[in-house]
């Protein structure tokens, strides 16, 4: 393992909120401190809601990174909220904004729900499963939407968009695969620090 010099505030090099670096971490090794953002937020008066916030700050950077791998213009994470799926982090144009309620009883998000599978949809013109209008609209032309879930309960979904044919292939899959596990174990996290 090469030497890590210890960084100063001064130096050059920064990290990402919700990435620290820590002692024998590999390089390509990411932590996502959701516990210590939490207890920051409780430190300056957030009380309660400071688990969401932080969940919401990492999922947030999660996003950002489906993007930077897989060459998407957008991405997006959607969580349960009182039986609404209701999108909680989302980055690029094409993506649709915080707060925004999808329907999970039709397209894309709808089928990864029900199925409890990954949707892939190479070509936004031609597949049924999706609006080709509305597609057309935002400039979509490839969706992969994953569900996210914890046991046999899916809690949520993840999904990248591009607006090239065929955009995405298995390593963006198995890429958006292993940022769907740190969602999930960042929800457990949050949960467990709330209670709920």
Do not use: W
């Amino acid at each position: 393992m090469a030497h890590r010099p210890i960084l100063r505030p001064d130096d050059s090099e920064s990290f990402p909120l919700g990435r620290t670096p820590r002692a024998g971490q590999a390089e390509d090794e990411t932590v996502y401190p959701l516990n210590e953002l939490a207890n920051t937020f409780v430190a300056h008066g957030a009380g309660i809601i400071s688990a969401d916030l932080a969940l919401d700050l990492v999922l947030n950077d999660i996003v950002k990174q489906a993007c930077l791998a897989t060459g998407a213009s957008g991405a997006a994470v959607a969580l349960l909220r009182d039986g609404e799926m209701v999108c909680r982090a989302s980055s690029g144009a094409a993506a649709p904004d915080l707060g925004v309620r999808l329907d999970t009883r039709a397209g894309l998000a709808g089928a990864a729900v029900q199925s409890g599978e990954m949707q892939l949809c190479p070509n936004t013109a031609s597949d049924p499963r999706v609006d080709p209008e509305t597609c057309r609209r935002c400039g979509i032309l490839s969706i992969v939407v994953l569900p996210l879930r914890e046991e046999r309960e899916v809690f949520g979904i993840f999904e990248i968009l591009s607006p090239h044919l065929n955009a995405f292939g298995e390593l963006d899959v198995i890429t958006i695969k292993a940022l769907a596990q740190q969602i999930v174990q960042n929800r457990r996290q949050a949960h467990e620090t709330t209670g709920k």
